[in-house]
């Protein structure tokens, strides 16, 4: 009996003892956040999937693990074919798919800490129709499986000065109150950790990549604020950094301080907040206001101090970008072709040169050859990582956290001579980029409305991709930051100026190649002459995207044009930073006009 089968065999005899008939495992922990520490990664422990979305449904015979379209090829990798079936999280959702797999009456396991409370509302009105519970529970049958989880790591957070927020902890909260106050609410769950570390001007130091506090808190329309968090992660001075009307308690306090807000209105994001959270709340008698987390917007809308960190940060991020890009060329003309794990290393250790630099901002996508297919591939996942091979392409999707901002940059590399084909599809997709890049819009436009922009090209020959064109980025915080969007599915926020988001289309042939065109840009307005107010993007983004992949016959005039204005903003930014004759030369070279 593998690991993985030991795992689900006792499972499922906790699930006998309680009378349950299904099990639901997210990848998801408390604090809903993306990157979740080892100890609470469930999903991963009971079936062996390390990809950032998808569930497990367990039922007393049979198992099935639920992705979305980045891991269809990867799921297949990691996850035994024996133990599981394999479904689409979004075209075939797991509280439907257990309608038609249980019988009337048959109770359904979830733990209310790990989902949200849409999520659970709706899940719950879904099985109720095939005539199946939905049980609550905080006896998380996983944490009582695993005997070895590792301890949680915890240590105290990060004072990050006004220097770098443009703003004061007591400012941020007054703002945000007021207009509580205004709506005639009580109080807000300000659930989202980074929404906290946001509020309170601090960052987190517990979890690889991801530099949130881990906590959530109750701002009062007073301006008060409650946060709950473990006692180690509050750091000396922390009283005087955030000022007065600041009360730290455990999180074990919560239930019972949630508990005593009977007759009050709470705003709490069913989205974005757990299930635990606001059932409490409810239960306790107070009047939830269904409404999104009211630190998103001014978190997403950053001010003139973030947004000049950002671009600072982005100038530094360049010159390590830069000199590996540099550097793998001098590889690959030397015939020295190193594998995915060397040079995601190596790209590593050019950023860690740099000031104020605290880690990578997520794990760095490194790809050759077919792995770039996978679009969320990690060479970490897989036994023997993959080299570059002539004739090919190499995708590296990377980023760093700094103190001023956070990076994420993918570029496509091309590795000796490229295929025609591969340089068509390349340029279907940069064509893609630069339509959104020099899109201008008025206010109230969202990302939905602009993703067909960075699709239209591949649409027209007849391809796509799985998955959205672009996320919000943080400042000193998550590199997938909410509520801003492009992608098709509908998002209801629109676009501000100071919104970070990336610009990212992409194309992957299964078993052959993948391709992806990634800048990081701010949203700013626009000089117009006309009466309406536009906006448009700015790159923050520095680095050059690869000649050799251009198929010049696919280009427009204005695309050339955009092509040469981008690499010679990158050489008159970029150039006089770099110490090395070598990568100066390199940039000379990679930034000449088409």
């Not at 609470?40 to 497990?56: K, P, Q």
């Not at 091979?389 to 590399?413: A, P």
């Not at 007849?462 to 509520?483: N, Q, R």
Request: aromatic fraction near 8%; charged fraction near 25%.
């Amino acid at each position: 009996m593998t690991v993985i089968a030991e795992r689900l065999a006792g499972v499922r005899r906790l699930m006998a003892e309680a009378g349950y008939d299904a099990l639901i495992v997210p990848r998801a922990d408390e604090y809903l956040g993306e990157y979740i520490p080892a100890h609470n990664e469930r999903l991963y422990w009971v079936s062996g999937f390390t990809g950032s979305a998808g569930a497990v449904v367990v039922l007393p015979e049979r198992a099935a693990i639920f992705v979305d379209g980045r891991y269809t090829v990867q799921v297949r990798n990691e996850v035994d074919k024996e133990l599981f079936e394999y479904h689409h999280l979004i075209e075939e959702p797991h509280a439907g798919w257990l309608v038609k797999q249980l019988d009337s009456g048959a109770r359904v396991a979830c733990d209310p800490r790990m989902h949200s409370l849409s999520w659970f509302q709706a899940t719950r009105r879904t099985l109720e129709k095939g005539g199946l519970e939905l049980v609550a529970t905080t006896d998380n049958l996983i944490d009582r499986s695993w005997h070895d989880r590792p301890e949680p790591a915890i240590s105290p957070a990060l004072l990050l000065g006004e220097e770098f927020t443009g703003s004061s902890s007591a400012a941020k909260r007054q703002r945000i109150a007021a207009d509580l106050a205004q709506q005639g609410a009580d109080a807000a769950l300000v659930f989202a950790a980074d929404s906290v570390s946001w509020l309170l001007n601090v960052r987190g130091t517990d979890i690889p990549c991801l530099p949130i506090l881990q906590s959530f808190a109750l701002l009062e329309s007073s301006g008060e604020v409650t946060v709950f968090v473990e006692p180690g992660r509050v750091p000396e001075g922390f009283a005087a950094h955030v000022g007065e009307g600041v009360r730290t308690l455990p999180e074990t306090a919560a239930e019972e301080f949630l508990s005593g807000y009977g007759g009050k209105k709470v705003v709490a994001d069913p989205d974005s907040a757990n299930a635990w959270t606001q059932l409490t709340l409810a239960a306790g008698g107070a009047e939830l206001v269904a409404a999104p987390d009211p630190v998103l917007l001014p978190k997403a809308a950053k001010n003139a101090v973030e947004v000049a960190g950002a671009r600072s940060a982005h100038r530094r991020d360049a010159i390590a970008a830069v000199r590996f890009l540099a550097w793998l060329d001098a590889e690959v003309a030397a015939g020295r072709l190193h594998d995915e794990a060397a040079l995601a290393d190596r790209l590593g250790a050019f950023r860690d040169e740099g000031e104020q630099y605290h880690g990578p901002s997520f794990d760095t996508i490194s790809a050759a050859g077919p792995n770039a297919a996978m679009c969320h591939y990690n060479h970490l996942n897989v036994p023997r990582p993959g080299a570059v091979s002539l004739g090919s392409v190499y995708l590296v999707d990377s980023g760093g956290q700094y103190s001023d901002g956070t990076t994420d940059i993918t570029r496509t590399v091309a590795i000796g001579e490229p295929p025609a084909e591969i340089r068509r599809m390349f340029t279907l997709v940069l064509k893609g980029h630069i339509a959104l890049d020099q899109a201008r819009f008025p206010a109230g436009t969202t990302g939905s409305q602009l993703d067909v922009l960075a699709r239209q090209f591949l649409w027209q020959e007849g391809f796509d991709y799985d998955h959205g064109t672009g996320h919000g980025v943080g400042a000193f915080l998550s590199v997938h930051e909410a509520p801003q969007r492009i992608a098709k599915a509908h998002n209801p926020f629109a676009l501000l100026p100071g919104m970070i988001v990336s610009n990212e289309p992409g194309y992957y042939r299964d078993e052959g190649f993948g391709i992806r065109c990634e800048n990081l840009v701010v949203v700013r307005e626009a000089e117009t002459a006309g009466e309406t107010p536009m906006y448009e993007f700015e790159a923050l983004t520095l680095v050059p995207f690869d000649r050799r992949l251009l198929d010049l016959e696919l280009l427009t005039a204005v695309e050339r044009a955009w092509i040469d204005d981008y690499h010679a903003l990158v050489a008159r930014e970029i150039g006089p930073l770099l110490a090395s004759a070598e990568d100066r030369g390199w940039l000379e070279q990679a930034t000449r006009p088409l």
